[in-house]
């Protein structure tokens, strides 16, 4: 099908984007496009007025910054993946993006468009919830920060108003050396996933950890963090993990149904998938020596 | 609604048109432009077939709009070869039965032009994640991937 009539507006600057949100009802942002044109083509969303924000000046790029990384919002999928300062200081990141899409998708869609689309077995959104990214959006009242755990307001859901638009994702990235895992299952490669995993891990000279990070995602309507289970983590040897709390908390999660799967079936695939990320974070670990 | 003006080079030659915003670049390029070799499946982003390039990258023509292509640099599969003087890849399709109706083809073959000119070495797997987005009913992929591979190596013997 295709797309119902709507304005088209291209904004070069913030001002001139943040006036045209203002201003227009029934308006939405065009970044990659990769989720809201199937929307409007299959006529599941009609908005009268449509804003590209792809010539916004300076909404992409990667950059280090004081206190971390930032990557804004209109950066493409497929220039993250390609990223050097991602791979070496975000590996998490980089490893779950070869997860999303394909290339011709990931040539279009963006970051800050698959954060706004916050599709619960996105990958992005999830890879910033295990990382405690910051989302900068900026609306009528200025600028805010928004920390990721309280970014996740529901399912399609952020916490972005009406009138806002995500500028800017800010990572602090873990120390030089930390484990990082992934684990995801998809039926095909680059489909959207039943449910995934990712796991971060910082360990002392001794070998103890003293950080850690646990996340599933496309489990409950979105990306959850397995706070008590990390905690029982700290101190443990990184060698002789017991992680059987790790895999009672992925297994006990709230378990969407669907379609393809049964809350039961995502459920364990929540607990294999956590196990598997978190072997793969204790290999990637490289020890203090 | 209202229409706007776009510049942008097809296929090598500099055009201009005036387009209804909600009009997709591959109904642009079939209906407006007549150029009906890139095709159209889904029209909502799952089967790559209306795959083409825009500043070097292959996307998908159905979930891009064709005012967006202002100012852009766009490739359909009519700039590869002719009847009689096919491309290397098209050549190699056809040699190693990459196709069979041929409905997916013109986004294959974009997908890999486009892949190949960057990832000049594929190994086979590499090859199939390239096409991963991209769906044929009819050949089983075996002759696509092949086709890939052998248009690899031959460019690398030649250089
Ligand atoms: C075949 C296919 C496979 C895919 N597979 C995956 C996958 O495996 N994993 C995955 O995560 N995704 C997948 N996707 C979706 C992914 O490609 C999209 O890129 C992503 O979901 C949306 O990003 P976008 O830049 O394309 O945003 P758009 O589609 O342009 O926008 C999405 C939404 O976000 C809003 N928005 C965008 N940018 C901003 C901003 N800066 N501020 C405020 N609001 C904004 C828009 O208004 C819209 O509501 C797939 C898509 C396709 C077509
Ligand atoms: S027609 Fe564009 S992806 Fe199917
Ligand atoms: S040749 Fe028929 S769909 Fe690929």
């Not at chain 2, 089967?47 to 023509?61: E, K, L, Q």
Request: hydrophobic share 40%; proline share 4%; aromatic share 4%.
């Amino acid at each position: 099908m295709k797309a119902p009539p709507f304005q088209y507006h291209r904004p070069q600057t913030r001002e001139e984007l943040g006036a045209l949100l203002a201003r227009l009802d029934n308006a939405k942002i065009l970044a990659g496009g990769q989720s809201l044109m199937p929307m409007m083509n299959l006529r599941v969303i009609a908005p009268d007025h449509l804003i590209d924000i792809n010539r916004v000046a300076n909404l992409a790029g990667i950059r280090e910054a004081v206190d971390g990384i930032e990557i804004g919002a209109m950066t493409r999928q497929a220039d993250v993946l390609a990223s050097d300062l991602v791979k070496s200081r975000l590996p998490l990141l980089t490893r779950a993006l070869e997860h999303v899409g394909h290339i011709q998708t990931r040539a279009r869609g963006t970051i800050g468009g698959s954060c706004c689309h916050l599709d619960p077995s996105a990958e992005q959104p999830a890879m910033c919830a295990a990382l405690d990214a910051e989302f900068v959006v900026v609306g009528p009242g200025g600028r805010r920060v928004i920390p990721a755990g309280e970014w996740f307001e529901g399912l399609l859901q952020s916490a972005l108003g009406e009138q806002e638009f995500l500028e800017v994702i800010r990572f602090k990235p873990w120390a030089d050396g930390h484990g990082y895992g992934f684990a995801e299952y998809a039926r095909r490669h680059g489909d959207f996933a039943i449910a995934g995993a990712a796991a971060l891990l910082e360990a002392g000279r001794d070998g103890r950890i003293t950080l850690a990070a646990l996340l599933s995602f496309g489990v409950e309507a979105a990306p959850k963090r397995l706070s008590e289970a990390e905690r029982t983590l700290i101190g443990q040897h990184v060698d002789s993990l017991n992680i059987k709390p790790v895999i009672a908390a992925a297994s006990a999660l709230d378990a969407m149904e669907d379609v393809h799967v049964t809350a039961d079936y995502r459920r364990h695939l929540a607990g294999v998938l956590i196990r598997r990320a978190l072997n793969e974070a204790c290999t990637t670990m490289r020890r203090p020596s | 609604m209202t229409e706007h003006s776009v510049t942008f080079t097809l296929n090598g030659e500099r055009r201009e048109a005036r387009v209804d915003p909600r009009i997709h670049l591959g109904d642009f390029l079939r209906h407006s432009l007549g150029l009906t070799g890139t095709h159209l499946g889904c029209e909502h982003g799952v089967c790559g077939a209306c795959t083409v390039i825009v500043n070097g990258a292959p996307v998908r023509s159905c979930l891009m709009l064709a005012v967006q292509i202002d100012g852009t640099v766009v490739e359909t599969v009519e700039s590869l070869g002719k009847p009689g003087a096919l491309s290397p890849l098209q050549q190699a399709f056809a040699t190693n039965h990459g196709l069979q109706c041929g409905f997916c083809t013109s986004g294959m073959l974009m997908t890999l032009e486009a892949y190949l000119r960057t990832t000049p070495a594929p190994t086979e797997q590499d090859v199939r994640i390239a096409i991963s987005g991209n769906i044929c009913r009819c050949t089983g992929y075996e002759g696509i991937v092949q086709a890939a591979l052998d248009t690899a190596s031959a460019k690398a013997s030649r250089t």
